[in-house]
């Protein structure tokens, strides 16, 4: 079992930037890849960034130019580096991780963390 635990969310202002975190913890040597997905109210979750153990990425085009994710593989961690806000950014975003390339789907999810991105 995998273990994800989320921090960084918050207010901010449009134009404003904001860094999630995402720790790891449990049987982290069968995680393949880990990413973030977000769901606005009323919207369905919808996939923000992939990155693998490779280090090989994937954004939303909605997101791509604007948002970085990045790892610490020593200490199981990922980061969510977003720039130039948009009010629609605003959702909960979910840590996730998978055994497997995230084109089959990820098997753990953290508790997810508010960012609200104020017009």
């Known amino acids: 079992q995998v273990q994800l635990v989320e921090s960084g969310g918050g207010l901010v202002q449009a134009g404003g930037s904001l860094r999630l975190s995402c720790e790891a913890s449990?049987?982290?040597?069968?995680?393949?890849?880990m990413g973030w997905y977000r769901q606005a109210p009323g919207k369905q979750r919808e996939l923000v960034a992939t990155?693998?153990?490779?280090?090989?990425?994937n954004y939303s085009d909605s997101v791509k130019g604007r948002f970085t994710i990045s790892r610490e593989m020593n200490k199981n961690t990922i980061y969510l580096q977003m720039n130039g806000l948009k009010p629609e950014d605003t959702a909960v975003y979910y840590c996730?991780?998978?055994?497997?390339?995230?084109?089959?789907?990820?098997?753990?999810w953290g508790e997810g963390t508010l960012v609200t991105v104020s017009g």
């Open positions: 996730t991780a998978g055994i497997r390339s995230p084109t089959y789907g990820m098997d753990y």
């Open positions: 990155i693998t153990r490779g280090g090989s990425t």
């Open positions: 449990g049987t982290t040597p069968s995680i393949f890849a």
